[in-house]
C-alpha cells in the first residue's frame, strides 16, 4: 500500500502563498486518484482538490479561484498550490490516496496556518 508524507505548511500572511506537496512511496503510484483534503479547528475534515490516475482534476467551489492541484508521476508527488490565502483557510491539510474514490491511504497531515 501506498505511504503517503505532507510537507510544506506553516505560518502564512492573509493574502500569501503555500505549496503544499505531498510524497509517496510504493508502486503504481499513477494508478491511483489522488486527493487533497483539511480539516479546520472544530470542523469535519473536507475534501479540497482530488487528481485522479485518468488525469480528471476537481476543486471545490470554496477554492476553485486560488488553489490549483497538480501531481508528478515521475516523482511519486501530487502539489497543492494555495494563493491569496485567507484566515478560514487555517487548517490541517491531508492527501489521501485511493482507487475508484475510495481513498484509504492518508498522510499525517500538515498545518497551515493563515494570520489575518
Known sequence: QVQLAESGGGLVQAGGSL?????ASGRFFETYDMAWYRQAPGKERE????FTSGNN???VDSVKDRFTI??????????????S?????TAVYYCAAGRFGNYGAWGQGTRVTVSS
Do not use: G
Open 19 to 23: 505549496r503544499l506537496s505531498c510524497a
Open 47 to 50: 475534501l479540497v482538490a482530488t
Open 57 to 59: 482534476i476537481y476543486v
Open 70 to 83: 497538480d501531481r508528478d508521476n515521475a516523482k511519486n508527488t501530487i502539489y497543492l498550490q494555495m494563493n
Open 85 to 89: 490565502l485567507k484566515p478560514e483557510d
